[in-house]
Protein backbone atom coordinates (compact mmCIF):
# COMPACT_ATOMS: atom_id res chain seq x y z
CA UNK A 1 0.00 0.00 0.00
CA UNK A 2 1.26 3.78 -0.81
CA UNK A 3 2.49 5.26 2.63
CA UNK A 4 0.72 8.31 3.73
CA UNK A 5 3.58 9.87 5.24
CA UNK A 6 7.28 8.42 4.46
CA UNK A 7 10.99 10.12 5.80
CA UNK A 8 13.45 10.07 3.45
CA UNK A 9 17.13 10.57 5.17
CA UNK A 10 15.76 13.33 7.47
CA UNK A 11 18.50 15.24 9.57
CA UNK A 12 18.22 17.88 11.41
CA UNK A 13 20.73 19.86 14.06
CA UNK A 14 20.71 22.81 16.15
CA UNK A 15 23.50 25.10 16.14
CA UNK A 16 23.66 25.20 20.36
CA UNK A 17 24.06 21.73 20.75
CA UNK A 18 27.31 20.65 20.30
CA UNK A 19 29.00 17.54 22.03
CA UNK A 20 32.61 17.44 22.48
CA UNK A 21 33.96 13.99 21.14
CA UNK A 22 37.35 12.42 21.09
CA UNK A 23 38.50 14.85 24.04
CA UNK A 24 42.13 13.90 25.22
CA UNK A 25 42.45 15.08 29.18
CA UNK A 26 45.61 14.70 30.64
CA UNK A 27 45.61 15.22 34.70
CA UNK A 28 49.55 15.23 35.79
CA UNK A 29 50.75 16.59 39.27
CA UNK A 30 49.43 19.64 39.94
CA UNK A 31 48.91 20.61 36.33
CA UNK A 32 46.53 19.86 33.90
CA UNK A 33 46.85 19.60 30.11
CA UNK A 34 44.46 19.64 27.39
CA UNK A 35 44.89 18.78 23.97
CA UNK A 36 44.39 22.38 22.05
CA UNK A 37 42.21 21.12 19.37
CA UNK A 38 39.37 19.01 20.29
CA UNK A 39 36.92 17.49 18.01
CA UNK A 40 33.67 19.51 18.35
CA UNK A 41 30.93 17.74 16.49
CA UNK A 42 27.66 19.03 15.77
CA UNK A 43 25.46 16.23 17.14
CA UNK A 44 22.30 15.36 14.66
CA UNK A 45 18.69 15.55 17.24
CA UNK A 46 17.77 13.65 13.81
CA UNK A 47 20.46 12.23 11.39
CA UNK A 48 19.40 10.36 8.33
CA UNK A 49 15.81 8.89 9.37
CA UNK A 50 13.69 6.86 7.39
CA UNK A 51 10.09 6.24 8.44
CA UNK A 52 6.82 5.33 6.34
CA UNK A 53 3.83 4.86 7.49
CA UNK A 54 0.81 3.52 5.13
CA UNK A 55 -3.03 3.96 5.59
CA UNK A 56 -4.74 2.52 8.70
CA UNK A 57 -1.07 1.93 10.61
CA UNK A 58 -0.59 2.92 14.14
CA UNK A 59 3.45 3.04 14.63
CA UNK A 60 4.75 4.13 17.73
CA UNK A 61 8.12 6.18 18.02
CA UNK A 62 9.98 5.29 21.53
CA UNK A 63 13.42 6.30 22.93
CA UNK A 64 15.37 7.96 26.10
CA UNK A 65 14.52 11.83 26.65
CA UNK A 66 16.03 13.51 24.24
CA UNK A 67 16.17 11.03 21.59
CA UNK A 68 14.58 13.39 19.09
CA UNK A 69 11.13 12.52 19.19
CA UNK A 70 9.56 15.26 19.66
CA UNK A 71 12.02 16.85 17.52
CA UNK A 72 10.69 14.51 14.79
CA UNK A 73 6.72 15.54 15.29
CA UNK A 74 8.16 19.34 15.17
CA UNK A 75 9.93 18.56 11.80
CA UNK A 76 6.73 16.71 9.90
CA UNK A 77 4.14 19.93 11.38
CA UNK A 78 7.08 22.23 9.73
CA UNK A 79 7.46 23.74 13.00
CA UNK A 80 11.53 23.08 12.32
CA UNK A 81 12.85 23.03 8.88
CA UNK A 82 14.82 19.98 7.98
CA UNK A 83 18.60 20.34 6.94
CA UNK A 84 18.42 17.54 4.59
CA UNK A 85 16.39 14.77 3.59
CA UNK A 86 12.80 15.06 2.90
CA UNK A 87 9.28 14.31 3.96
CA UNK A 88 6.63 12.93 1.57
CA UNK A 89 2.58 13.34 2.34
CA UNK A 90 0.88 10.99 -0.09
CA UNK A 91 4.23 10.90 -2.15
CA UNK A 92 4.51 14.93 -2.29
CA UNK A 93 7.08 16.91 -0.42
CA UNK A 94 5.83 18.89 2.19
CA UNK A 95 9.15 20.75 3.03
CA UNK A 96 9.03 24.36 3.41
CA UNK A 97 5.37 24.29 3.53
CA UNK A 98 4.04 26.54 6.61
CA UNK A 99 2.01 24.59 9.64
CA UNK A 100 -1.13 25.74 8.59
CA UNK A 101 -0.31 24.39 5.57
CA UNK A 102 0.53 20.61 6.21
CA UNK A 103 -2.24 20.84 8.76
CA UNK A 104 -4.62 21.64 6.15
CA UNK A 105 -3.32 18.53 4.05
CA UNK A 106 -4.44 16.43 6.97
CA UNK A 107 -1.45 16.02 9.91
CA UNK A 108 -2.91 17.19 13.15
CA UNK A 109 -0.95 16.60 16.49
CA UNK A 110 -1.33 16.87 20.14
CA UNK A 111 1.64 18.34 22.13
CA UNK A 112 3.48 16.46 25.04
CA UNK A 113 3.47 19.54 27.10
CA UNK A 114 -0.35 20.40 26.62
CA UNK A 115 -0.60 23.53 24.26
CA UNK A 116 -4.47 23.98 24.88
CA UNK A 117 -6.26 28.09 24.19
CA UNK A 118 -7.17 27.77 27.52
CA UNK A 119 -8.77 31.42 26.91
CA UNK A 120 -11.37 29.77 25.39
CA UNK A 121 -14.40 26.97 26.30
CA UNK A 122 -13.83 23.11 26.07
CA UNK A 123 -16.28 23.01 22.79
CA UNK A 124 -14.28 26.73 21.47
CA UNK A 125 -11.01 24.61 21.44
CA UNK A 126 -12.53 22.09 19.09
CA UNK A 127 -14.46 24.58 16.90
CA UNK A 128 -11.49 26.91 16.31
CA UNK A 129 -9.73 23.79 15.38
CA UNK A 130 -12.33 23.70 12.16
CA UNK A 131 -10.95 27.20 10.85
CA UNK A 132 -8.81 25.59 8.20
CA UNK A 133 -11.53 23.63 6.61
CA UNK A 134 -13.70 26.41 4.74
CA UNK A 135 -13.22 29.71 3.72
CA UNK A 136 -13.31 32.62 5.59
CA UNK A 137 -15.85 35.23 4.96
CA UNK A 138 -14.99 37.85 7.53
CA UNK A 139 -17.92 40.60 6.49
CA UNK A 140 -20.48 37.67 6.72
CA UNK A 141 -18.91 36.63 10.09
CA UNK A 142 -18.81 40.31 10.98
CA UNK A 143 -22.22 40.98 10.42
CA UNK A 144 -23.93 37.29 11.25
CA UNK A 145 -25.11 36.72 8.44
CA UNK A 146 -27.86 33.74 8.05
CA UNK A 147 -24.97 31.50 5.97
CA UNK A 148 -22.21 32.62 8.99
CA UNK A 149 -24.63 31.89 11.38
CA UNK A 150 -25.71 28.38 9.59
CA UNK A 151 -21.65 27.83 9.28
CA UNK A 152 -21.13 28.39 13.20
CA UNK A 153 -23.90 26.07 14.04
CA UNK A 154 -22.42 22.92 12.09
CA UNK A 155 -19.05 23.62 13.60
CA UNK A 156 -20.55 23.72 17.14
CA UNK A 157 -22.16 19.91 16.25
CA UNK A 158 -18.83 18.87 14.65
CA UNK A 159 -17.15 19.82 17.87
CA UNK A 160 -20.19 17.96 19.90
CA UNK A 161 -19.55 15.02 18.12
CA UNK A 162 -15.51 14.91 18.51
CA UNK A 163 -16.28 15.49 22.56
CA UNK A 164 -18.70 12.43 22.00
CA UNK A 165 -15.94 10.33 21.11
CA UNK A 166 -14.65 10.20 24.71
CA UNK A 167 -17.74 9.10 26.32
CA UNK A 168 -19.51 11.09 28.86
CA UNK A 169 -15.93 12.90 30.22
CA UNK A 170 -16.17 16.42 27.84
CA UNK A 171 -19.93 16.06 27.28
CA UNK A 172 -22.69 18.13 28.61
CA UNK A 173 -21.82 21.16 31.03
CA UNK A 174 -18.06 20.59 30.37
CA UNK A 175 -18.71 22.45 26.90
CA UNK A 176 -19.12 25.68 28.36
CA UNK A 177 -16.01 25.41 30.64
CA UNK A 178 -13.20 27.02 30.54
CA UNK A 179 -10.10 24.51 29.34
CA UNK A 180 -8.10 25.35 32.37
CA UNK A 181 -10.75 24.24 34.11
CA UNK A 182 -10.23 20.37 32.88
CA UNK A 183 -8.36 17.55 34.76
CA UNK A 184 -5.16 16.62 33.46
CA UNK A 185 -6.48 13.57 31.60
CA UNK A 186 -9.29 15.61 30.43
CA UNK A 187 -6.56 18.27 28.89
CA UNK A 188 -4.77 15.41 27.11
CA UNK A 189 -8.20 14.02 25.66
CA UNK A 190 -9.66 17.17 24.51
CA UNK A 191 -5.87 18.04 22.80
CA UNK A 192 -7.36 14.94 20.69
CA UNK A 193 -10.62 16.06 19.86
CA UNK A 194 -8.90 19.47 19.08
CA UNK A 195 -6.53 17.66 16.67
CA UNK A 196 -9.65 15.49 15.10
CA UNK A 197 -11.27 18.58 14.54
CA UNK A 198 -8.72 19.64 11.86
CA UNK A 199 -9.96 16.47 9.73
CA UNK A 200 -6.77 14.80 9.67
CA UNK A 201 -5.81 11.32 7.81
CA UNK A 202 -2.27 11.52 10.22
CA UNK A 203 -2.45 11.91 13.77
CA UNK A 204 0.49 12.29 15.71
CA UNK A 205 0.01 11.92 19.55
CA UNK A 206 2.85 12.96 21.58
CA UNK A 207 2.43 10.96 24.51
CA UNK A 208 -0.77 10.93 25.09
CA UNK A 209 -0.82 8.61 28.18
CA UNK A 210 1.47 11.23 30.17
CA UNK A 211 0.29 11.89 33.71
CA UNK A 212 -2.43 9.45 33.71
CA UNK A 213 -2.97 6.85 35.97
CA UNK A 214 -4.10 3.24 35.10
CA UNK A 215 -7.08 2.57 34.67
CA UNK A 216 -6.83 6.84 32.37
CA UNK A 217 -4.41 4.80 30.46
CA UNK A 218 -6.23 1.77 30.24
CA UNK A 219 -8.80 3.95 28.47
CA UNK A 220 -6.33 5.48 26.41
CA UNK A 221 -4.98 2.80 24.81
CA UNK A 222 -8.09 1.49 23.90
CA UNK A 223 -9.04 4.89 22.42
CA UNK A 224 -6.16 5.29 20.18
CA UNK A 225 -7.19 1.66 18.23
CA UNK A 226 -10.44 3.04 18.39
CA UNK A 227 -9.30 6.51 16.46
CA UNK A 228 -7.65 3.61 13.72
CA UNK A 229 -10.88 1.33 13.23
CA UNK A 230 -13.43 4.03 13.52
CA UNK A 231 -12.16 7.08 12.41
CA UNK A 232 -9.72 5.22 9.65
CA UNK A 233 -6.91 7.75 11.19
CA UNK A 234 -3.21 6.52 10.56
CA UNK A 235 -1.25 6.94 14.21
CA UNK A 236 1.98 8.11 14.87
CA UNK A 237 2.53 8.13 18.53
CA UNK A 238 5.43 9.14 20.83
CA UNK A 239 5.29 7.30 23.69
CA UNK A 240 7.03 5.98 27.01
CA UNK A 241 4.39 3.60 28.16
CA UNK A 242 5.57 0.45 27.30
CA UNK A 243 1.89 -0.94 27.88
CA UNK A 244 0.51 1.18 25.83
CA UNK A 245 2.93 1.15 23.13
CA UNK A 246 2.40 -2.91 22.93
CA UNK A 247 -1.58 -2.53 23.10
CA UNK A 248 -1.56 -0.09 20.40
CA UNK A 249 1.27 -0.38 18.14
CA UNK A 250 1.50 -2.50 14.31
CA UNK A 251 4.59 -1.57 14.28
CA UNK A 252 7.37 0.20 16.82
CA UNK A 253 9.90 2.15 16.20
CA UNK A 254 13.05 3.22 18.21
CA UNK A 255 15.33 6.38 18.04
CA UNK A 256 18.32 7.10 20.64
CA UNK A 257 20.41 9.92 19.48
CA UNK A 258 18.33 10.90 16.66
CA UNK A 259 19.35 7.17 15.00
CA UNK A 260 16.88 4.59 14.42
CA UNK A 261 18.36 2.21 16.04
CA UNK A 262 15.21 -0.47 15.82
CA UNK A 263 12.19 -0.91 13.93
CA UNK A 264 9.57 -4.06 13.60
CA UNK A 265 6.99 -5.39 16.31
CA UNK A 266 6.87 -4.26 19.78
CA UNK A 267 8.31 -7.80 20.44
CA UNK A 268 11.31 -7.44 18.43
CA UNK A 269 12.16 -3.86 19.35
CA UNK A 270 11.69 -4.45 23.13
CA UNK A 271 14.13 -7.43 22.81
CA UNK A 272 16.93 -5.49 20.30
CA UNK A 273 19.64 -4.93 22.61
CA UNK A 274 20.67 -1.63 21.60
CA UNK A 275 17.24 -0.69 22.45
CA UNK A 276 18.25 -2.12 26.10
CA UNK A 277 21.76 0.03 26.11
CA UNK A 278 19.77 3.11 24.70
CA UNK A 279 17.71 2.69 27.63
CA UNK A 280 19.79 1.02 30.38
CA UNK A 281 23.35 2.02 29.03
CA UNK A 282 25.89 0.10 27.49
CA UNK A 283 26.29 -3.81 28.56
CA UNK A 284 22.95 -3.75 30.09
CA UNK A 285 21.77 -6.32 27.05
CA UNK A 286 25.37 -8.71 28.23
CA UNK A 287 24.02 -8.64 31.94
CA UNK A 288 20.53 -9.82 31.69
CA UNK B 1 -27.29 68.06 39.20
CA UNK B 2 -27.46 69.39 35.78
CA UNK B 3 -23.58 70.27 35.68
CA UNK B 4 -23.19 66.99 36.18
CA UNK B 5 -24.97 65.29 34.04
CA UNK B 6 -23.60 67.13 31.53
CA UNK B 7 -20.09 66.32 32.65
CA UNK B 8 -21.20 62.69 32.44
CA UNK B 9 -22.30 62.98 29.04
CA UNK B 10 -19.27 64.50 27.63
CA UNK B 11 -17.36 61.45 29.89
CA UNK B 12 -19.56 59.03 28.05
CA UNK B 13 -18.68 60.71 24.84
CA UNK B 14 -14.90 60.81 24.82
CA UNK B 15 -14.94 57.54 26.51
CA UNK B 16 -16.88 55.67 23.70
CA UNK B 17 -14.53 57.46 21.00
CA UNK B 18 -11.41 56.17 23.54
CA UNK B 19 -13.01 52.72 23.63
CA UNK B 20 -13.12 52.15 20.27
CA UNK B 21 -9.41 53.28 19.73
CA UNK B 22 -8.21 51.46 22.40
CA UNK B 23 -9.85 48.22 20.98
CA UNK B 24 -7.47 48.35 17.92
CA UNK B 25 -4.33 48.89 20.54
CA UNK B 26 -5.37 46.16 22.52
CA UNK B 27 -6.60 43.68 19.60
CA UNK B 28 -3.03 44.04 17.86
CA UNK B 29 -1.04 43.49 21.17
CA UNK B 30 -2.92 40.52 21.93
CA UNK B 31 -2.45 38.85 18.97
CA UNK B 32 1.06 40.26 17.94
CA UNK B 33 2.43 41.25 21.71
CA UNK B 34 3.19 44.40 19.53
CA UNK B 35 2.12 48.02 20.79
CA UNK B 36 1.15 49.20 17.39
CA UNK B 37 2.09 53.17 18.27
CA UNK B 38 1.25 54.22 14.33
CA UNK B 39 -2.52 53.79 15.75
CA UNK B 40 -3.25 57.63 16.62
CA UNK B 41 -2.67 58.21 13.04
CA UNK B 42 -4.61 55.32 11.84
CA UNK B 43 -7.56 57.02 13.63
CA UNK B 44 -6.17 60.55 12.65
CA UNK B 45 -6.61 59.32 9.03
CA UNK B 46 -10.14 58.23 9.31
CA UNK B 47 -10.97 61.92 10.47
CA UNK B 48 -9.75 63.34 7.32
CA UNK B 49 -11.05 60.71 5.37
CA UNK B 50 -14.28 61.74 6.85
CA UNK B 51 -13.60 65.26 6.29
CA UNK B 52 -12.87 64.54 2.23
CA UNK B 53 -16.49 62.89 2.19
CA UNK B 54 -17.82 65.43 3.40
CA UNK B 55 -16.50 67.91 1.67
CA UNK B 56 -16.75 66.30 -1.64
CA UNK B 57 -20.85 66.31 -0.39
CA UNK B 58 -20.99 69.87 -0.75
CA UNK B 59 -18.95 70.24 2.86
CA UNK B 60 -21.56 70.28 6.40
CA UNK B 61 -23.55 73.84 5.29
CA UNK B 62 -24.68 72.64 1.61
CA UNK B 63 -25.06 69.26 1.76
CA UNK B 64 -25.88 67.71 -1.69
CA UNK B 65 -27.65 64.38 0.17
CA UNK B 66 -29.20 63.98 3.20
CA UNK B 67 -27.68 64.45 6.22
CA UNK B 68 -27.97 60.68 7.29
CA UNK B 69 -26.49 59.14 4.34
CA UNK B 70 -23.43 62.09 4.49
CA UNK B 71 -23.01 60.54 8.04
CA UNK B 72 -22.91 56.85 6.62
CA UNK B 73 -20.82 57.51 4.11
CA UNK B 74 -18.17 59.50 6.18
CA UNK B 75 -18.27 56.39 8.31
CA UNK B 76 -17.71 54.30 5.37
CA UNK B 77 -14.84 55.91 3.93
CA UNK B 78 -13.25 56.32 7.08
CA UNK B 79 -13.25 52.33 7.66
CA UNK B 80 -12.00 51.77 4.44
CA UNK B 81 -9.11 54.65 4.28
CA UNK B 82 -7.96 53.38 8.10
CA UNK B 83 -8.62 49.44 7.62
CA UNK B 84 -5.99 50.05 4.18
CA UNK B 85 -3.75 51.80 6.20
CA UNK B 86 -3.68 49.36 8.92
CA UNK B 87 -3.13 46.47 6.68
CA UNK B 88 -0.49 48.29 4.79
CA UNK B 89 1.42 48.95 8.06
CA UNK B 90 0.85 45.09 9.20
CA UNK B 91 2.25 44.42 5.69
CA UNK B 92 5.39 46.30 5.29
CA UNK B 93 5.87 47.45 8.73
CA UNK B 94 5.65 44.43 11.05
CA UNK B 95 5.16 41.45 9.19
CA UNK B 96 9.14 41.64 7.69
CA UNK B 97 9.80 42.48 11.54
CA UNK B 98 7.61 39.31 13.04
CA UNK B 99 10.68 36.63 13.60
CA UNK B 100 13.25 39.76 14.78
CA UNK B 101 14.23 41.30 18.14
CA UNK B 102 10.45 42.19 19.95
CA UNK B 103 12.00 45.75 20.19
CA UNK B 104 12.65 45.88 16.50
CA UNK B 105 8.80 46.36 15.70
CA UNK B 106 7.99 48.25 18.00
CA UNK B 107 10.76 51.15 16.66
CA UNK B 108 9.23 50.57 13.09
CA UNK B 109 5.70 51.38 15.16
CA UNK B 110 6.98 54.36 16.44
CA UNK B 111 8.69 55.25 12.71
CA UNK B 112 5.68 54.49 11.20
CA UNK B 113 3.67 56.71 13.39
CA UNK B 114 6.19 59.90 12.14
CA UNK B 115 5.81 58.68 8.76
CA UNK B 116 2.38 58.76 8.54
CA UNK B 117 2.38 62.25 10.72
CA UNK B 118 4.48 63.55 8.06
CA UNK B 119 2.38 62.41 5.27
CA UNK B 120 -0.15 63.77 6.67
CA UNK B 121 1.09 67.10 7.00
CA UNK B 122 1.91 66.88 3.25
CA UNK B 123 -1.27 65.85 1.91
CA UNK B 124 -3.00 68.07 4.16
CA UNK B 125 -0.87 71.18 5.40
CA UNK B 126 -0.92 71.87 9.05
CA UNK B 127 -4.07 73.93 9.27
CA UNK B 128 -6.59 72.42 11.13
CA UNK B 129 -9.83 71.70 9.50
CA UNK B 130 -13.59 71.77 10.90
CA UNK B 131 -16.28 69.31 10.22
CA UNK B 132 -18.50 72.29 11.42
CA UNK B 133 -21.10 70.04 12.67
CA UNK B 134 -23.77 72.24 14.22
CA UNK B 135 -24.83 73.34 10.50
CA UNK B 136 -25.28 69.51 9.09
CA UNK B 137 -27.01 68.80 12.71
CA UNK B 138 -27.95 72.37 15.05
CA UNK B 139 -27.20 71.95 18.51
CA UNK B 140 -30.81 72.45 19.53
CA UNK B 141 -31.98 68.99 18.20
CA UNK B 142 -31.43 66.46 20.82
CA UNK B 143 -32.92 63.95 23.51
CA UNK B 144 -33.73 65.51 26.81
CA UNK B 145 -32.60 63.70 29.98
CA UNK B 146 -33.69 65.28 32.92
CA UNK B 147 -32.75 68.83 33.30
CA UNK B 148 -30.56 68.48 30.11
CA UNK B 149 -30.79 67.78 26.29
CA UNK B 150 -27.82 65.21 24.52
CA UNK B 151 -27.60 66.79 20.97
CA UNK B 152 -28.24 64.43 18.29
CA UNK B 153 -24.69 63.86 17.42
CA UNK B 154 -23.31 62.46 20.85
CA UNK B 155 -26.38 60.68 20.81
CA UNK B 156 -25.21 59.20 17.23
CA UNK B 157 -21.69 59.01 18.73
CA UNK B 158 -22.43 56.94 21.92
CA UNK B 159 -24.99 54.59 20.08
CA UNK B 160 -22.77 53.78 17.61
CA UNK B 161 -20.54 53.37 20.01
CA UNK B 162 -21.97 51.21 21.89
CA UNK B 163 -23.21 49.25 19.05
CA UNK B 164 -19.90 48.42 17.22
CA UNK B 165 -18.41 47.22 20.98
CA UNK B 166 -21.44 44.63 21.15
CA UNK B 167 -21.08 43.70 17.33
CA UNK B 168 -17.39 43.14 17.86
CA UNK B 169 -17.67 41.04 20.91
CA UNK B 170 -20.36 39.02 19.60
CA UNK B 171 -18.19 38.26 16.59
CA UNK B 172 -15.02 37.43 18.51
CA UNK B 173 -16.91 35.28 20.95
CA UNK B 174 -19.38 33.75 18.22
CA UNK B 175 -18.01 33.47 14.74
CA UNK B 176 -14.97 31.43 13.70
CA UNK B 177 -12.39 33.55 12.80
CA UNK B 178 -12.91 35.12 16.29
CA UNK B 179 -12.40 31.91 17.98
CA UNK B 180 -9.88 32.02 14.83
CA UNK B 181 -8.32 35.28 16.53
CA UNK B 182 -8.80 33.69 20.39
CA UNK B 183 -6.91 30.89 19.57
CA UNK B 184 -3.72 32.73 17.64
CA UNK B 185 -3.50 35.63 20.58
CA UNK B 186 -3.16 32.88 23.02
CA UNK B 187 -0.73 30.25 21.25
CA UNK B 188 0.28 31.45 18.00
CA UNK B 189 2.07 28.18 17.25
CA UNK B 190 -0.56 25.43 18.28
CA UNK B 191 -3.21 27.37 16.11
CA UNK B 192 -0.81 26.95 13.25
CA UNK B 193 -0.64 23.48 13.59
CA UNK B 194 -4.67 23.62 13.93
CA UNK B 195 -4.99 24.43 10.64
CA UNK B 196 -5.33 28.05 11.30
CA UNK B 197 -3.74 30.60 8.78
CA UNK B 198 -2.17 33.11 10.99
CA UNK B 199 -1.03 35.65 8.60
CA UNK B 200 -4.84 36.04 7.67
CA UNK B 201 -6.25 36.04 11.52
CA UNK B 202 -3.07 38.80 12.22
CA UNK B 203 -4.65 41.16 9.13
CA UNK B 204 -8.01 40.52 9.90
CA UNK B 205 -7.28 41.71 12.95
CA UNK B 206 -5.67 44.86 11.94
CA UNK B 207 -8.22 45.27 9.48
CA UNK B 208 -10.80 45.35 12.13
CA UNK B 209 -9.02 47.38 14.64
CA UNK B 210 -7.98 50.09 12.40
CA UNK B 211 -11.90 50.31 11.44
CA UNK B 212 -12.68 50.90 14.32
CA UNK B 213 -10.49 53.77 14.72
CA UNK B 214 -11.09 55.34 11.83
CA UNK B 215 -15.22 55.66 13.02
CA UNK B 216 -13.59 57.17 16.15
CA UNK B 217 -11.59 59.44 13.97
CA UNK B 218 -15.18 60.62 12.22
CA UNK B 219 -16.71 60.85 16.03
CA UNK B 220 -14.15 63.65 17.43
CA UNK B 221 -14.74 65.09 13.78
CA UNK B 222 -18.56 65.39 14.49
CA UNK B 223 -18.26 66.21 18.45
CA UNK B 224 -15.53 68.57 18.38
CA UNK B 225 -15.03 70.09 14.95
CA UNK B 226 -11.42 70.49 14.67
CA UNK B 227 -9.24 67.91 13.21
CA UNK B 228 -5.11 67.99 12.41
CA UNK B 229 -2.68 66.32 11.50
CA UNK B 230 -1.40 65.79 14.99
CA UNK B 231 -4.45 65.03 16.43
CA UNK B 232 -3.52 61.39 16.66
CA UNK B 233 -0.62 61.94 19.06
CA UNK B 234 -2.31 62.46 22.17
CA UNK B 235 -5.64 60.39 21.14
CA UNK B 236 -3.44 57.92 20.47
CA UNK B 237 -1.83 58.12 23.59
CA UNK B 238 -4.64 58.22 25.71
CA UNK B 239 -6.34 55.25 24.10
CA UNK B 240 -2.89 53.59 24.63
CA UNK B 241 -3.80 54.51 28.65
CA UNK B 242 -7.22 52.87 28.34
CA UNK B 243 -6.36 50.12 27.22
CA UNK B 244 -3.46 49.55 29.65
CA UNK B 245 -5.90 50.20 32.37
CA UNK B 246 -8.53 47.51 31.29
CA UNK B 247 -5.83 45.02 30.56
CA UNK B 248 -4.14 45.22 27.53
CA UNK B 249 -5.00 42.43 25.30
CA UNK B 250 -8.46 41.73 26.49
CA UNK B 251 -11.49 43.46 24.93
CA UNK B 252 -13.86 44.13 27.51
CA UNK B 253 -10.76 45.65 29.05
CA UNK B 254 -10.34 48.47 26.53
CA UNK B 255 -14.04 49.09 26.56
CA UNK B 256 -14.33 49.90 30.09
CA UNK B 257 -10.82 51.49 29.93
CA UNK B 258 -12.07 53.75 27.41
CA UNK B 259 -14.70 55.05 29.64
CA UNK B 260 -13.08 55.31 32.74
CA UNK B 261 -10.19 57.51 30.84
CA UNK B 262 -13.43 59.47 29.58
CA UNK B 263 -15.33 60.12 32.50
CA UNK B 264 -12.05 61.11 34.42
CA UNK B 265 -11.03 63.41 32.03
CA UNK B 266 -14.86 64.68 31.62
CA UNK B 267 -15.38 64.79 35.41
CA UNK B 268 -11.23 66.87 35.64
CA UNK B 269 -12.69 69.33 33.17
CA UNK B 270 -16.08 70.02 34.72
CA UNK B 271 -15.07 69.94 38.44
CA UNK B 272 -11.30 71.04 38.71
CA UNK B 273 -9.49 72.41 35.70
CA UNK B 274 -8.42 70.72 31.78
CA UNK B 275 -5.19 71.92 32.86
CA UNK B 276 -5.49 68.96 35.27
CA UNK B 277 -6.99 66.49 32.63
CA UNK B 278 -3.99 64.66 31.52
CA UNK B 279 -2.23 64.83 35.00
CA UNK B 280 -5.28 62.71 36.17
CA UNK B 281 -5.76 60.48 33.00
CA UNK B 282 -1.67 59.41 33.61
CA UNK B 283 -2.32 59.58 37.07
CA UNK B 284 -4.79 56.75 36.83
CA UNK B 285 -2.48 54.80 34.81
CA UNK B 286 0.49 54.90 37.14
CA UNK B 287 -2.52 53.79 39.95
CA UNK B 288 -3.59 51.22 38.15
CA UNK B 289 -0.67 49.88 37.16
CA UNK B 290 0.92 49.73 40.68
CA UNK B 291 -2.12 47.95 42.07
CA UNK B 292 -3.06 46.12 39.26
CA UNK B 293 -0.20 45.25 36.76
CA UNK B 294 -2.31 43.42 34.39
CA UNK B 295 -5.23 46.04 34.17
CA UNK B 296 -8.31 45.72 35.55
CA UNK B 297 -9.58 43.05 33.38
CA UNK B 298 -6.29 41.43 32.16
CA UNK B 299 -5.44 38.41 33.24
CA UNK B 300 -1.93 37.53 34.79
CA UNK B 301 0.47 36.17 32.42
CA UNK B 302 -0.14 32.55 32.47
CA UNK B 303 3.37 30.84 33.16
CA UNK B 304 4.02 27.77 31.26
CA UNK B 305 5.33 24.40 32.64
Known sequence: ???????????????????????????????????????????????????????????????????????????????????????????????GLSPEQIANLGVARTFQTLRLFLNMTVKENVMAAAYGDSQARIWQSVFRTPAARREERQIAEMAERKLAFFGKRLMGYRWDQPAYSLSYANRRRLEIARAMATNPRLLMLDEPAAGMNPAETHEITELIGELRDEVGFSILVIEHDMHVVEGISDRVIALDHGVKIAEGSFEDVATSPQVIEAYLGYGAADRK | MEFFLQQTVNGLTLGSVYALIALGYSM??????????????????????????????????????PVWLAIMLMFGAAMIVSAAIGVALERFAYRPLRNSTRIAPLISAIGASFFLQAAALLMFTANSRSYNTPSLIAIETGIPLGPIRVWMVRVLVIVTAFVLMILLTLWVNRSRTGKAVRAVSFDREAAAMMGIDVDKVIVVTFLIGSALAGIGGVMVGL???????????????????????????????????GLLIGFAEAYTTGYISSTFQNLIVFGLLIVVLLVRPSGLLGRPELVKV
Do not use: C, W
Open chain 1, 1 to 95: MKPILELRGLSKSFGGLKVIEDLDLVVGAGQIVHDDDPVVSQKDVVDDLDLSISPGEIVSVIGPNGAGKTTLFNLITGIYEPDRGDILMDGRSIV
Open chain 2, 28 to 65: VYGILKLLNFAHGEVYMFGAFAGYGVLTILGGSSALVV
Open chain 2, 223 to 257: VFGRIFHLMGFVAGLKAFTAAVVGGIGSIPGAMLG
